[in-house]
């Protein structure tokens, strides 16, 4: 058994590290505070190939799987904004078309996805269809070679901004789940396409989540998402890789939190000596380290089995809910060290705390984690 990271993945890995320390790093603040992602960042990113990163090269991608993906998405997991617009992007938009599209759906959209120049967003969660997402109100019609979709969608990440939108509809309410539920390729351009509110959120700002409003939505039938009525195991196929992107950069934001407050505890005086002399700390920051590690073998397990072209629900369920819930901890206890400074907004610290809680709720509550992980035990008897 062999835990080197092969060669060609490490040089990525510094790649996204040194992209991150000169590019990013000094301008997390200035993200904060305007709310916004510099266009010009987003471009290098996309010039750097971030966008296409475990998709194969005939598609216009890097080519570097799903651990190649989770190690870089690691190295942005402390500029949460950056991690959340290609996890959006690559993760579950691009991907829905990989995993469920035709060769020519795949030829037709990938190559611009993967270079950036469009960015794809996941069209799944609806005002009744969050954690029961097989609830959709959403509908798509057939009407000669065209499909007429009527509904709307809430907090979809990128909807602001992206140009191409896997959007999940109802095509037979009998069926469901189980073939009543299709995927559409939508362009902004598509007639009846319309961006509504952009919301407030607690944290995670310069990435921004909208309501997408689809009026009599003209969608050529061509761009049925690879087969009708499939749409319910593509999003659930999807979801299964993007739960293990997002324990990548949960990981990475902790391993950040861990280092600042390994740094405080050693440069914060009090009673005559660093509070990291003290056992209590001492403890925080071997928990910190503990689960980490364990969240960070969990992820490169589960992306390296996804590689193998297995199936991992089981495990992406694990490492999602395993590794949100470590990044909260962890954000917790940084706090904790930080004491009062952690606590104030001019540090990152708190803003990590804020940027942190979503994981536990978004690409499927914790909740929704463990009854799929429970339901794979009771299948399987093991
Ligand atoms: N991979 C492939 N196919 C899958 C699958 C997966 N991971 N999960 C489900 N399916 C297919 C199966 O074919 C299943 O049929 P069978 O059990 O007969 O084989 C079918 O889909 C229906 O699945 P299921 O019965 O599990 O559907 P439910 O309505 O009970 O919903 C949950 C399942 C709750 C797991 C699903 O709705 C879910 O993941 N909810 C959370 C959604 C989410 O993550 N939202 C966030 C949006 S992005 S921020």
Redesign the pocket.
């Known amino acids: 058994m062999d835990f080197t990271i092969p060669e060609d993945l490490e040089m990525v890995r510094r790649t996204a590290r040194d992209y991150f320390n000169d590019r990013i790093l000094p301008v997390v603040d200035k993200i904060e505070e305007e709310d916004e992602i510099p266009p010009e960042l987003i471009k290098e990113l996309a010039e750097m190939g971030f966008f296409g990163l475990p998709f194969p090269e005939k598609y216009g991608g890097v080519g570097i799987g799903e651990l190649g993906y989770c190690l870089v998405l690691e190295e942005l997991g402390a500029a949460a904004p950056f991690g959340n617009l290609i996890g ?1 992007h690559t993760g ?1 938009g691009a991907m829905s078309i990989y995993l469920g599209g035709t060769e020519e759906q795949k030829m037709k959209y990938l190559p611009d996805l993967c270079a950036g120049k469009k960015i794809a967003a ?1 069209g ?2 609806e005002p009744s269809a ?6 959709l109100q959403t509908t798509a019609v057939r009407k000669g070679d065209k499909f007429i979709i009527n509904g709307s969608k809430q ?1 979809i ?1 990128n909807g602001n901004i992206a140009d191409v939108i896997i959007v999940y509809a109802v095509t037979d309410k009998a069926l ?3 073939g009543g539920v299709t995927a559409f390729i939508v362009e902004k351009t598509f007639p009846g396409f319309k961006v509504g509110k952009i919301d407030q959120k607690m944290g995670l700002r310069g990435s921004h989540t909208a309501e997408l409003i689809f009026e009599d939505m003209e969608v050529p039938a061509e761009n049925v998402l690879g087969e009708f009525g499939a749409g ?2 593509t ?3 999807a ?2 890789v ?2 293990i992107g997002l324990a990548g950069g949960a990981v990475g934001g902790a391993q950040k939190l861990l280092e600042m407050s390994i740094q405080w505890a050693q440069q914060r005086v009090q009673f005559g000596q660093p509070i990291a002399n003290n056992q209590a700390i001492q403890w925080m920051l071997v928990d910190m380290a503990t689960k980490i590690h364990a969240a960070r073998l969990m992820t490169y397990n589960a992306a390296w089995k996804m590689d193998q072209g297995q ?1 991992c ?1 089981r495990e ?1 369920a694990m490492v999602k809910l395993y590794a949100s819930e470590m990044a909260c901890e962890v954000a917790d206890m940084a706090v904790q060290i930080h004491g009062g400074i952690g606590y104030m907004k001019e540090y990152r610290i708190e803003r990590a705390y804020r940027d942190t809680r979503i994981l536990k709720i ?4 914790n909740e ?1 984690q463990k ?2 992980i429970a ?1 794979e035990l009771l299948k399987a008897g093991k």
């Open positions: 959006a579950i996941f799944l969660t969050g954690s029961d997402a097989a609830n907090w990440t469901g789940a189980r319910f195991v999003a659930m196929k979801l299964d993007g739960r199936k629900t992406a978004y690409e499927g509550t929704i009854l799929v339901r």
